[in-house]
Protein backbone atom coordinates (compact mmCIF):
# COMPACT_ATOMS: atom_id res chain seq x y z
CA UNK A 1 0.00 0.00 0.00
CA UNK A 2 1.00 3.31 -0.67
CA UNK A 3 0.06 6.86 1.11
CA UNK A 4 0.11 9.72 -0.57
CA UNK A 5 -0.86 13.62 0.69
CA UNK A 6 -2.91 16.04 -1.49
CA UNK A 7 -2.08 19.59 -1.46
CA UNK A 8 -4.47 22.01 -2.58
CA UNK A 9 -5.49 25.48 -2.35
CA UNK A 10 -9.08 25.64 -3.65
CA UNK A 11 -11.80 24.11 -5.35
CA UNK A 12 -9.97 20.80 -5.44
CA UNK A 13 -11.57 18.87 -8.32
CA UNK A 14 -8.08 17.43 -9.43
CA UNK A 15 -7.88 16.12 -5.72
CA UNK A 16 -11.42 14.69 -6.40
CA UNK A 17 -10.26 13.27 -9.72
CA UNK A 18 -7.73 11.23 -7.93
CA UNK A 19 -9.81 10.02 -5.30
CA UNK A 20 -12.50 8.89 -6.96
CA UNK A 21 -9.92 7.19 -9.40
CA UNK A 22 -9.90 5.07 -6.45
CA UNK A 23 -6.33 3.60 -7.51
CA UNK A 24 -5.77 -0.05 -6.32
CA UNK A 25 -2.39 0.13 -3.78
CA UNK A 26 -3.33 3.77 -3.00
CA UNK A 27 -4.25 5.41 0.31
CA UNK A 28 -5.31 8.81 0.70
CA UNK A 29 -3.66 9.44 4.09
CA UNK A 30 -4.27 13.37 3.97
CA UNK A 31 -5.79 16.29 1.88
CA UNK A 32 -4.34 19.64 3.17
CA UNK A 33 -4.89 23.16 2.00
CA UNK A 34 -2.90 26.25 2.80
CA UNK A 35 -6.89 28.05 2.24
CA UNK A 36 -9.10 27.40 5.38
CA UNK A 37 -12.04 28.24 2.54
CA UNK A 38 -10.81 25.95 0.05
CA UNK A 39 -13.70 23.44 -1.09
CA UNK A 40 -11.68 20.53 -1.52
CA UNK A 41 -11.79 20.27 2.16
CA UNK A 42 -15.47 19.62 2.34
CA UNK A 43 -15.43 16.49 -0.65
CA UNK A 44 -12.19 14.83 1.17
CA UNK A 45 -13.63 15.25 4.93
CA UNK A 46 -17.03 13.78 3.18
CA UNK A 47 -15.13 10.63 2.12
CA UNK A 48 -13.28 9.89 5.13
CA UNK A 49 -9.98 11.56 4.47
CA UNK A 50 -8.35 13.37 7.36
CA UNK A 51 -8.05 17.08 6.56
CA UNK A 52 -5.96 20.07 7.69
CA UNK A 53 -5.06 23.60 6.69
CA UNK A 54 -1.67 25.35 6.99
CA UNK A 55 -2.79 29.01 6.72
CA UNK A 56 0.28 30.73 4.69
CA UNK A 57 -1.43 34.43 6.00
CA UNK A 58 -0.52 32.66 9.54
CA UNK A 59 3.51 32.72 8.84
CA UNK A 60 6.13 35.88 8.21
CA UNK A 61 7.67 33.95 5.74
CA UNK A 62 7.88 31.74 3.12
CA UNK A 63 10.32 28.81 4.86
CA UNK A 64 8.22 28.78 8.16
CA UNK A 65 4.90 28.32 6.16
CA UNK A 66 7.00 25.27 3.93
CA UNK A 67 8.31 24.20 7.10
CA UNK A 68 4.82 23.73 9.27
CA UNK A 69 3.47 22.70 5.81
CA UNK A 70 6.23 19.78 5.82
CA UNK A 71 5.63 18.82 9.45
CA UNK A 72 1.92 18.14 8.57
CA UNK A 73 2.99 15.85 5.59
CA UNK A 74 5.63 13.94 7.23
CA UNK A 75 3.04 13.03 9.83
CA UNK A 76 1.66 10.95 7.26
CA UNK A 77 4.77 9.48 5.71
CA UNK A 78 3.70 9.92 2.11
CA UNK A 79 5.77 7.98 -0.66
CA UNK A 80 4.00 10.59 -2.63
CA UNK A 81 3.28 13.76 -2.87
CA UNK A 82 0.24 15.23 -4.86
CA UNK A 83 0.19 18.93 -5.70
CA UNK A 84 -3.26 19.81 -6.75
CA UNK A 85 -4.32 23.40 -7.79
CA UNK A 86 -1.83 24.39 -4.61
CA UNK A 87 -1.61 28.14 -5.90
CA UNK A 88 2.20 28.97 -3.69
CA UNK A 89 5.71 28.91 -4.84
CA UNK A 90 7.69 26.07 -2.95
CA UNK A 91 11.07 27.51 -1.15
CA UNK A 92 13.76 25.35 -2.54
CA UNK A 93 14.25 23.20 1.12
CA UNK A 94 10.83 22.16 0.67
CA UNK A 95 11.00 20.50 -2.95
CA UNK A 96 14.48 19.01 -2.48
CA UNK A 97 13.45 17.64 0.67
CA UNK A 98 10.27 15.33 -1.50
CA UNK A 99 12.94 15.21 -4.46
CA UNK A 100 11.07 12.32 -6.84
CA UNK A 101 8.09 12.08 -4.71
CA UNK A 102 6.56 15.38 -5.75
CA UNK A 103 4.18 15.57 -8.61
CA UNK A 104 2.07 18.91 -9.80
CA UNK A 105 -0.39 19.33 -12.81
CA UNK A 106 0.37 22.85 -15.02
CA UNK A 107 -2.64 23.72 -17.23
CA UNK A 108 -0.62 24.00 -20.09
CA UNK A 109 2.02 22.30 -21.74
CA UNK A 110 4.92 22.96 -20.24
CA UNK A 111 7.48 24.37 -21.48
CA UNK A 112 4.73 26.56 -22.85
CA UNK A 113 3.49 29.02 -20.89
CA UNK A 114 4.61 28.79 -16.70
CA UNK A 115 3.27 30.98 -14.37
CA UNK A 116 -0.56 32.17 -14.11
CA UNK A 117 -3.33 33.06 -16.50
CA UNK A 118 -2.40 30.19 -19.00
CA UNK A 119 -5.52 29.58 -21.07
CA UNK A 120 -5.53 33.87 -21.40
CA UNK A 121 -2.26 33.42 -22.36
CA UNK A 122 -2.15 30.69 -24.95
CA UNK A 123 -6.08 32.79 -26.87
CA UNK A 124 -3.32 35.78 -26.92
CA UNK A 125 -0.87 33.90 -28.74
CA UNK A 126 -2.96 32.26 -31.17
CA UNK A 127 -2.13 28.64 -31.04
CA UNK A 128 -3.82 26.39 -31.95
CA UNK A 129 -3.58 23.43 -29.15
CA UNK A 130 -3.23 23.90 -25.53
CA UNK A 131 -3.67 21.34 -22.42
CA UNK A 132 -2.03 20.40 -19.17
CA UNK A 133 1.17 18.67 -17.94
CA UNK A 134 1.91 16.54 -14.72
CA UNK A 135 5.27 16.56 -14.12
CA UNK A 136 7.91 16.41 -10.92
CA UNK A 137 8.62 19.47 -8.89
CA UNK A 138 12.20 20.80 -9.20
CA UNK A 139 13.13 24.05 -7.50
CA UNK A 140 12.43 26.11 -10.88
CA UNK A 141 9.00 27.01 -11.24
CA UNK A 142 7.00 24.86 -13.90
CA UNK A 143 10.14 22.81 -15.04
CA UNK A 144 10.52 19.39 -13.70
CA UNK A 145 10.58 16.17 -15.64
CA UNK A 146 7.50 15.52 -17.51
CA UNK A 147 5.32 12.74 -16.79
CA UNK A 148 2.32 12.41 -18.88
CA UNK A 149 0.65 15.62 -21.01
CA UNK A 150 -2.71 16.37 -22.70
CA UNK A 151 -3.44 18.27 -25.65
CA UNK A 152 -6.79 19.94 -26.55
CA UNK A 153 -7.16 22.21 -29.21
CA UNK A 154 -8.21 25.57 -29.07
CA UNK A 155 -11.48 26.30 -30.96
CA UNK A 156 -12.05 29.24 -32.92
CA UNK A 157 -14.85 30.65 -31.10
CA UNK A 158 -13.23 29.90 -27.37
CA UNK A 159 -13.18 32.13 -24.95
CA UNK A 160 -10.83 31.40 -21.79
CA UNK A 161 -13.44 29.61 -19.50
CA UNK A 162 -14.15 27.28 -22.57
CA UNK A 163 -10.61 26.46 -23.38
CA UNK A 164 -10.05 26.07 -19.40
CA UNK A 165 -13.03 23.65 -19.19
CA UNK A 166 -11.56 21.87 -21.28
CA UNK A 167 -8.56 21.71 -19.95
CA UNK A 168 -9.88 20.65 -16.84
CA UNK A 169 -11.83 17.96 -18.12
CA UNK A 170 -8.40 16.48 -19.17
CA UNK A 171 -6.36 17.29 -16.68
CA UNK A 172 -8.74 14.83 -14.26
CA UNK A 173 -7.77 12.41 -16.69
CA UNK A 174 -3.96 12.45 -16.86
CA UNK A 175 -3.58 13.48 -13.07
CA UNK A 176 -4.86 9.81 -12.12
CA UNK A 177 -3.13 8.16 -15.03
CA UNK A 178 0.39 9.68 -13.59
CA UNK A 179 -0.47 8.71 -9.64
CA UNK A 180 -1.21 5.30 -11.03
CA UNK A 181 2.12 4.78 -12.84
CA UNK A 182 4.23 6.29 -9.56
CA UNK A 183 2.26 3.72 -6.92
CA UNK A 184 2.86 1.11 -9.11
CA UNK A 185 6.64 2.02 -9.36
CA UNK A 186 6.83 2.26 -13.04
CA UNK A 187 7.87 5.93 -13.53
CA UNK A 188 11.72 6.19 -13.63
CA UNK A 189 13.48 9.39 -13.69
CA UNK A 190 16.37 9.60 -16.44
CA UNK A 191 18.07 13.42 -16.12
CA UNK A 192 14.79 15.83 -17.16
CA UNK A 193 13.16 12.91 -18.71
CA UNK A 194 10.75 10.05 -17.54
CA UNK A 195 10.04 6.74 -18.92
CA UNK A 196 7.28 5.24 -18.25
CA UNK A 197 8.08 1.52 -17.74
CA UNK A 198 6.23 -0.73 -19.49
CA UNK A 199 3.28 1.71 -21.47
CA UNK A 200 3.14 2.29 -25.07
CA UNK A 201 5.50 5.27 -26.35
CA UNK A 202 2.62 7.13 -26.64
CA UNK A 203 0.71 6.04 -23.16
CA UNK A 204 2.08 9.56 -22.21
CA UNK A 205 0.11 11.84 -24.27
CA UNK A 206 -3.42 11.94 -24.53
CA UNK A 207 -4.34 13.99 -27.17
CA UNK A 208 -8.18 15.04 -27.09
CA UNK A 209 -9.51 15.45 -31.04
CA UNK A 210 -11.51 18.37 -31.63
CA UNK A 211 -14.87 16.61 -32.36
CA UNK A 212 -14.76 15.24 -29.27
CA UNK A 213 -13.84 18.81 -27.71
CA UNK A 214 -16.39 20.75 -29.48
CA UNK A 215 -19.46 18.18 -28.06
C1 LIG B 1 -5.99 23.41 -12.32
O1 LIG B 1 -6.22 23.96 -13.59
C2 LIG B 1 -4.53 23.11 -12.12
O2 LIG B 1 -3.88 22.70 -13.28
C3 LIG B 1 -3.99 24.45 -11.69
O3 LIG B 1 -4.99 25.01 -10.89
C4 LIG B 1 -6.25 24.43 -11.21
C5 LIG B 1 -6.75 23.81 -9.96
O4 LIG B 1 -8.03 23.27 -10.11
N1 LIG B 1 -2.71 24.28 -11.05
P1 LIG B 1 -8.62 22.30 -8.98
O5 LIG B 1 -8.41 22.99 -7.64
O6 LIG B 1 -7.89 20.99 -9.05
O7 LIG B 1 -10.08 22.19 -9.31
Known sequence: MKTIVIVISGRGSNMEAIVRAAIPGVRIAA?????PQAK?????????????????TAYADRETFDAALAE????????????????????????????????NIHPSLLPSFPGLHTHRRAL?????????????????LDC?????????????????ERLAARVLAAEHRIYPQAVRWFVEGRIRVVGNRVEVLGAAQAAAALIVP??????
Open 210 to 215: ALESAS
Open 124 to 140: EAGVRIHGATVHFVTPA
Open 144 to 160: GPVVIQAAVPVLDDDDE
Open 72 to 103: VIDSHSPDLVVLAGFMRVLSEGFVRRYEGRLL
Open 40 to 56: GLAFAAEHGIATAVVDH
Open 31 to 35: VVSNR
